[in-house]
């Protein structure tokens, strides 16, 4: 009796952790540049620039929150999708300068954005994998994020010592769309 494996580094799972990957990478990048940048471009307050920058978290929550209550009958692909037009958007608003009530507006509906579009990867996930490799497939699935986590903000602080805030945003930009139409 054979016992081979079911693959699991198919080129979907592949594509979708890359795309997670982009996401939660800008969403810490930009977490740990907005605050600075908000002070010293905005002349935002402390206080002001802590809300700019947490106000994000609140929309990535109600982001997971309306995600899961409609994702099984629009369908995960098309969140997805949806999830990742409205990042992208939301990321080229960065790239106009605003003021602050502005900024605060753009950063939570870019946190929307995020929640929608990484509860998205996580079910598509979810639901490519095979069966007898599950969890196996998610722990996998799940370094995407850990990398994320550890590469965004060392990645936001070196680029704020090396390049302008609109550098950034713009890498942002292109990383999202890049994420944006892997997604297809």
């Given at each position: ?7 699991l ?31 010293k471009e ?33 369908g ?10 409205l990042?992208v ?7 106009i300068?605003?003021?602050?009530g502005?900024l ?16 998205a ?13 599950k ?6 699935y ?5 990398l ?8 936001g ?11 950034i ?8 769309l890049f ?5 297809f």
């Amino acid at each position: 009796m054979s016992s081979k494996k079911e693959p699991l580094w198919t080129r979907n799972f592949v594509t979708i952790a890359i795309v997670n990957f982009i996401i939660i990478m800008i969403f810490y990048l930009l977490i740990v540049t907005i605050a600075p940048y908000a002070v010293k471009e905005l002349h935002a307050s402390t206080a002001q620039a802590g809300l700019i920058s947490g106000i994000y978290i609140v929309g990535a929550l109600i982001g997971r929150l309306l995600t899961g209550r409609v994702i099984q009958s629009v369908g995960s692909k098309k969140i997805l999708l949806i999830g990742l037009a409205l990042f992208v958007c939301t990321l080229l608003l960065y790239l106009i300068p605003a003021g602050i009530g502005a900024l605060l507006v753009i950063r939570l509906v870019n946190g929307i954005a995020v929640g929608i579009a990484s509860t998205a990867t996580g079910t598509i996930i979810a639901q490519i994998l095979p069966a007898t490799r599950k969890g196996e497939g998610i722990g996998y699935y799940s370094m995407s994020t850990t990398l994320a986590t550890a590469i965004g903000p060392f990645l936001g602080l070196m680029l704020a010592q090396h390049i302008s805030y609109f550098m950034i945003f713009m890498i942002c930009c292109g990383l999202g769309l890049f994420a944006f139409v892997a997604a297809f």
